[in-house]
């Protein structure tokens, strides 16, 4: 148990549906990523948070994915209308200097 | 090409020996890198982190750098059934384990 939790861990939805999930970060780690892992692949950056500052944006990020970290505390990360390609592992991730702790992961199948 | 690349494997080696998992980068001015260990449906751990060239021991895991060839590595001595995983190097171009891009794995089996 890495102290970051994700929830759900498992979401199962029917394309065109809106679906959130949310992550809780080790509470003094200020930084806050984003990945998404697809089978067979390594993580890829979403986005990231500097406290409620959302810094930096991938273009894998469309304009159906948004993300928010009010407060600096958890943060939620939203996709809408959502199509069987964003069936995926959706994982939160807090960084020390030189550590990162992920947390478990919301596993998302779009049907 | 990717920025980062992993053989995909599956490596398979016997209880006991040496595994070794090969990485390279693209990007030159990277500066720290890291190896995950990713058991299935599991998230990444990390494992080891390297910021300069040369070897970094840690236990049975030594990781090697060499910026000038771009090219980082992990050796597991002594390999157990338990090191069974998907090994994931990732690298960034700053100097903490934040933002990083990762390749897609190699997939060790250690048979007993």
């Known amino acids: 148990d890495t102290g970051v939790s994700q929830n759900p861990r498992h979401k199962i939805t029917k394309r065109g549906q809106n679906v959130t999930f949310r992550c809780d970060p080790i509470s003094e780690h200020n930084r806050l990523y984003w990945y998404r892992q697809t089978l067979g692949q390594g993580p890829e950056f979403l986005t990231y948070f500097q406290n409620e500052a959302q810094l930096e944006k991938s273009r894998l990020l469309s304009d159906r994915f948004s993300a928010e970290r009010p407060k600096g505390s958890f943060s939620t990360l939203e996709i809408q209308r959502t199509e069987q390609g964003d069936s995926a592992m959706y994982l939160c991730?807090?960084?020390?200097?030189?550590?990162?702790?992920f947390g478990p992961g919301t596993r998302l199948t779009v049907l | 090409q990717k920025e980062v690349e992993q053989n995909s494997g599956p490596l398979s080696v016997p209880e006991g020996a040496i595994a070794s998992l090969n990485c390279t980068y693209s990007d030159r001015g990277s500066q720290s890198f890291f190896w995950y260990r990713q058991y299935s449906g599991k998230s990444p751990e990390l494992i080891m982190s390297i910021y300069s060239n040369g070897d970094k021991e840690d236990g049975r895991f030594t990781a090697q750098l060499n910026k000038a060839s771009q090219y980082v590595s992990l050796l597991i001595r002594d390999s157990q059934p338990s090191d069974s995983a998907t090994y994931l190097c990732a690298v960034n171009s700053y100097t903490n384990a934040g933002k990083s891009t990762f390749g897609d794995g190699t997939t060790l089996t250690v048979k007993p």
């Open positions: 991730a807090t960084p020390t200097a030189d550590t990162q702790y």
